[in-house]
């Protein structure tokens, strides 16, 4: 295989996450026959949380397994930071990480093999839950009413076509950018909080691109526990609804009755005792509130 791999990781300064994670890619198999570098793009928001980046990635590239740099993007934004890396990447292919997972042994060769294996021109690797997490009846019972944490483990085989991505662990031919442009940097962690991805995606089909998911190719996501409440389930479903507004600037009047619909829901599934159907509600009346919160700031703002 003469692939080579650029493996970019934006972060907004959570040190020890990151360090996990760069301590997994140095565990990988086949990583000194590989050609690949690590590029940390620091989307950290003060400069004492930038400079401990720094010098972690430093730590790392002293190794020498890998070329392992950095590159500061002082203005907040994960598709910001993403998008300042991309031009400076070297490699053919390149994977992109959160800063919150840790890869598993076969997560480098299975990259290049799936590029080589299949004629897509982007790959959506699998986010898993470790075995003591999955153990844990508290956490399960907590991700089951929130699912404010994303895992990808969908029951296909190797080289299935998707039509959206997750972005904690994708990997895209460089070419790609070229093609359709980078990231949305109105979207993501950073500036609206979502849908990044998606909308990535959603461009990817539009010009006739394949995406292909590869189970094989796997992290570990964080269960953070801190994640897994009321607070946090508000946060993620304000955030998507700004983002959703960002993307389709929605009308007042399909926003309302869509906000009212699902307080009835929620009314109505709370009565009958439907757990996970009632924040499912919940989880639309937060995203259509904060899409009419917006919308109004919009329309306001216009006529002062």
């Not at 990988?28 to 690590?38: H, K, P, W």
């Not at 020498?64 to 300042?84: D, I, M, S, T």
């Not at 839950?129 to 089951?144: G, H, S, T, V, W």
């Not at 944490?149 to 070229?178: Q, S």
């Amino acid at each position: 295989m003469d692939a080579s791999l650029t493996i970019i990781i934006a972060t907004a300064g959570r040190v020890e996450s990151l360090r996990r994670l760069l301590e997994s890619l140095h565990r990988v198999e086949g990583g000194d026959q590989i050609s690949c570098e690590i590029v940390v793009a620091n989307n950290a928001a003060d400069e004492a949380s930038a400079q401990a980046v720094k010098e972690l990635v430093s730590e790392y590239a002293q190794r020498g397994r890998y070329h392992c740099w950095q590159v500061r993007e002082p203005l907040p934004g994960k598709c910001r930071a993403q998008n300042r890396a991309i031009p400076l990447a070297k490699g053919s292919i390149l994977a992109f990480l959160d800063d919150d997972v840790e890869v598993t042994s076969r997560w480098l060769q299975g990259i290049l093999n799936f590029f080589a294996s299949f004629p897509h021109q982007v790959m959506q690797g699998s986010i898993q839950m470790r075995d003591e997490d999955r153990r844990d009846p508290q956490l399960q019972k907590a991700l089951e009413r929130y699912r404010t944490i994303d895992f990808i483990d969908y029951d296909f085989l190797p080289g299935k076509d998707l039509r959206t991505l997750t972005g904690g662990n994708i990997a895209v031919r460089h070419e790609v950018f070229k093609l359709v442009g980078l990231f949305d940097e109105r979207l993501g962690p950073g500036r609206a909080g979502y849908s990044e991805d998606v909308e990535f995606a959603k461009r990817l089909l539009k010009a006739g691109l394949r995406i292909g998911y590869e189970p094989r190719v796997s992290v570990y996501n964080e269960l953070d526990p801190s994640r897994l409440t009321e607070e946090s389930f508000r946060i993620r479903h304000e955030r998507q609804g700004r983002s959703r507004l960002v993307q389709k600037n929605s009308s007042i009047f399909t926003i309302i009755p869509n906000l009212l619909r699902s307080i009835w829901t929620f009314v109505w599934y709370s009565l009958i005792g439907n757990e996970r159907r009632k924040y499912r509600a919940k989880g639309r009346y937060f995203h259509y509130r904060a899409m009419l919160l917006e919308k109004t700031k919009r329309v306001t703002g216009v006529f002062r």
